[in-house]
């Protein structure tokens, strides 16, 4: 082969194939990538694997108190009485106010 033959085998070795390989394995990586991701997301909400066989789950934890068991508030009523004094006579007035005592927390262990 002459030197303008080998020249040109490089040329083409170097500006075709080289880029062509290149984008094949950025492809191959993105694919590789993406279908990683996809598993992930299928693992953490729980569906099947891509070969359908279904990933075992954690067990589902139960709860520390009982649903029928409810949250109480007490709370005292306060009366307010008024007097005012007008010319016919006194007068009383009363008025309800509702307040909630403050509550406090125990821990649940």
Do not use: C, N
């Amino acid at each position: 082969m002459s030197l303008i033959g080998l020249l040109l085998l490089f040329l083409i070795i170097y500006f075709i194939v080289v880029p062509l390989v290149r984008a094949a394995l950025g492809v191959r990586r993105m694919r590789r990538q993406w279908q990683q991701r996809v598993d992930d997301f299928r693992r953490t909400a729980g569906f099947s694997d891509a070969r359908g066989q279904a990933e075992p789950q954690a067990p589902a934890r139960k709860k520390k108190i009982d649903a029928d068991t409810g949250e109480y508030i007490a709370f005292e009523e306060i009366t307010v009485e008024t007097t005012t004094r007008t010319e016919e006579g006194t007068t009383k007035q009363t008025i309800v106010e509702e307040q909630i005592e403050d509550v406090s927390w125990e821990d649940i262990k």
